[in-house]
Nanobody, 119 residues
């Protein structure tokens, strides 16, 4: 099975920055899209950002200009750089790898890591 391991510091003041890493097993990053999601207490999990196989990026409106998604295929790792963090960014963040072929689509999820933005 594909394993995704997330890591990163979890606490920051408003206006600060954090970086999340998502390391995938199996040398599959080059053939997969990577996405980041978050879930705050009492809310549904929401999509945050995505990067395609070719490097094309998309973002949810509330994080545009603040968050940057990237990938390093040689390291089989995806990243989410979070700048100008706000309290409303507080949530558990999950990475997802989507591997698509002509026949199938399969999603793999990281374990989730807490991001807390507080003064």
């Amino acid at each position: 099975q594909v394993q995704l391991v997330e890591s990163g510091v979890g606490l920051v003041h408003p206006g600060g920055s954090l970086r999340r890493s998502c390391a995938a097993s199996g040398n599959i990053s080059s053939t997969s899209a990577i996405g980041w999601y978050r879930q705050a207490p009492g809310k549904e999990r929401e999509w945050v950002a995505a990067i395609g196989i070719s490097g094309t990026t998309t973002y949810e409106d509330s994080v545009k200009g603040r968050f940057t998604i990237s990938r390093d295929n040689a390291k089989n790792t995806g990243y989410l750089q979070m700048n100008s963090l706000k309290p409303e960014d507080t949530a558990v963040y999950y990475c997802k790898l989507r591997r698509s072929t002509l026949a199938t689509t399969r999603d793999y999820w990281g374990q989730g890591t807490q991001v807390t933005v507080s003064s």
